[in-house]
């Protein structure tokens, strides 16, 4: 049994969409964020680690393990959060209000 749920896009109900695809573009997103932040922080800390700090391991170590757990830190964020439209902009219709 496969689970199906609908995606919105552009204002529109988009076909069906399995529910294992979305996981998996959730998981794609993931590991290509983590990947380019553990990148960024192993970088920044062997700069800091040649330019500031006379080549201690330290920085490197540092900012690889900065980058790794704000990549887990935006992984957790976005399998608890379902329902985030990621790159969409979502327009609400003329007649519905945000309500304070």
Same mark, same amino acid.
């Given at each position: ?9 552009? +204002? ?11 996981? +998996? ?10 990947? &380019? ?7 920044? +800390? ?21 980058? &790794? ?20 902009? &979502? ?10």
């Amino acid at each position: 049994m496969k689970i199906r749920e609908k995606i919105r896009t552009k +204002g529109k109900m988009a076909e069906n969409v399995r529910s294992e695809d979305v996981l +998996g573009q959730k998981w794609d997103r993931c590991v290509s964020d983590t990947v &380019i932040k553990f990148a960024s922080g192993l970088g920044l +800390g062997i700069v800091f680690s040649v330019v500031f700090f006379r080549r201690r391991p330290w920085p490197v170590a540092f900012g690889a393990g900065v980058g &790794i757990g704000m990549g887990y830190a935006n992984c957790q964020h976005d399998f608890q959060s379902p329902y985030v439209q990621h790159g969409q902009k &979502i327009k609400v219709a003329e007649g519905e209000k945000c309500k304070k």
